[in-house]
Each structure stands twice: as C-alpha cells, then as structure tokens.
C-alpha cells in the first residue's frame, strides 16, 4: 500500500503563486508515475500534470502550461505543483495520485483510471 498526503493549498489572489506539495509514503519503490488533477466546483475531476518518476519526463494539460510547474524530491518521495499566475478558474480541490504499473500510456496517464493511489485533496481558492 502506498499512502499520499497533500500539503500547501489555501487562498490566493489572481496572478499569484501557490505550492502544493505530496508526500508518498508505505511502498514507494515501485512509482511509475506521479500527478495532479483537480476537481472545481460542481465538476468532474481532471487532469492537471503527471511525471515520469524515472527520467522525469512530464506533460501538462493545455490549461495550466506554462504557469503551473510539477518537479520532484526523489530522496523524500515529495512531488510538488508550483502555480504561479493564478485564475479564478484555478479554484479547485486539487489530488495527488501515483502509478505503480509500468508500461501505462500516455494518454492513460491523462486519465484518472491511469492511478492506483490517491491523496485526500487540498483546497485552492483564487479569487478575483
């Protein structure tokens, strides 16, 4: 079992910055893949970023690229979300979630059913 706690959210202006940050831990030795998605308000939860957790390789939804940055602490299995220029339509219950099969796709990994483990959610809140 592997557990993910998610840290950082809160209330920020538009055109702001927040951090998120998820801390992964039980069995960790087998990540294959690690993302955030985010649930607004009334809406269905989708995909935000993910990242290879060998070689780093990330890919990033049309909506947040270029002003959100996923990186990772390999030695403290911590991936994080950077979002900088913020928007009011950022505002959402954002998840951490992991991978632990190998060989996923990429449009696989786009999708909630590419994740094995999910953190409880923290709330960012932008407002205008």
């Known amino acids: 079992q592997m557990q993910l706690v998610e840290s950082g959210g809160g209330l920020a202006q538009a055109g702001g910055s927040l951090r998120l940050s998820c801390a992964a831990s039980?069995?960790?030795?087998?990540?294959?893949?690690m993302a955030w998605f985010r649930q607004p308000p009334g809406k269905e939860r989708e995909f935000v970023t993910f990242?290879?957790?060998?070689?780093?390789?990330?890919y990033y939804a049309d909506s947040v690229k270029g002003r959100f940055t996923i990186s990772r602490e390999n030695a403290k299995n911590t991936v994080y979300l950077q979002m900088n220029s913020l928007k009011p339509e950022d505002t959402a219950v954002y998840y951490c979630?992991?991978?632990?099969?190998?060989?996923?796709?990429?449009?696989?990994?786009?999708?909630?059913?590419?994740?094995?483990?999910w953190g409880q959610g923290t709330q960012v809140t932008v407002s205008s």
């Open positions: 979630a992991s991978s632990v099969r190998s060989l996923r796709t990429m449009e696989a990994l786009r999708t909630r059913a590419g994740y094995d483990y």
């Open positions: 039980g069995r960790t030795y087998n990540i294959y893949a």
């Open positions: 990242m290879y957790w060998s070689g780093g390789l990330t």
